[in-house]
Each structure stands twice: as C-alpha cells, then as structure tokens.
C-alpha cells in the first residue's frame, strides 16, 4: 500500500513536498517515482528514482522539482518548487515492491490533488 500526503492549493512560485509511504509486507523496493495526471490529458512520469538513488525527470520538472528516498522508511519525497498553474495535477506515487514472500508488485498511491493558482 502506499499513502500520499502533502498536496493542497499554492500560488504560482510556491512550493510543496509530497510524501509516499509504503506499508505491508515489504521486503524491497526498488525503482519509485513519482506520475501527475491533468484534467483531459494522459498520465505521465515526473521524476523516479532508483533504489540505488539515481533519478530522472521529466523535462518540464528539471531544475524544479527534486525527488528522494528514505529507505529505512520506505518513503519517497517530492519537493516541487516554483510552481506553475501547468503543474496543476493528481499526483500519484508509483513503486516497485517485492514482498516477503517474493511477489513482485507494481503498486500505485490513490493520488494527492495540487493546485497552482496563477
């Protein structure tokens, strides 16, 4: 399972940081990123990060937008700056996880609501 927290309502310029946490019977993790879907338009990658701690981004996030993880707790951030009315989205936290009994899943958050005004 993973919880999202940390969306909301900003103005244009401002910041937030986006949490995602894994729970269950978790034995690892591996590559988790971060996707944003907008009224009308199709899901797409912002930023992932391997459980080796490289990352990538998409290029209307690079220089804005910085992801990265807590192993020991199982949580990927997203700090997101100088936000843009097009950053408007559902953000939605993405892992790859193997149990403790070796299945290989590919979970999804239920998403957090940002909101940029301009």
């Known amino acids: 399972q993973l919880v999202e927290s940390g969306g909301g309502l900003v103005q244009a310029g401002g910041s937030l940081r986006l949490s995602c946490a894994a729970s269950?019977?978790?034995?690892?993790?591996?590559?988790m990123g971060w996707y944003r879907q907008a009224p009308g338009k199709q899901r797409e990658l912002v930023a992932v990060?391997?459980?080796?701690?490289?990352?990538n981004y998409a290029d209307s996030v690079k220089g804005r937008f910085t992801i990265s993880r807590d192993n020991a707790k199982n949580t990927v951030y997203l700090q997101v700056n100088s936000l843009k009315p097009e950053d408007t989205a559902v953000y939605y936290c993405?892992?790859?996880?193997?149990?403790?009994?070796?299945?290989?899943?590919?979970?999804w958050g239920q998403g957090t609501q940002v909101t940029v005004s301009s």
């Open positions: 993405n892992a790859g996880v193997t149990t403790t009994r070796f299945h290989e899943y590919d979970v």
């Open positions: 269950g019977s978790i034995f690892s993790i591996n590559a």
């Open positions: 990060i391997t459980s080796g701690g490289s990352t």
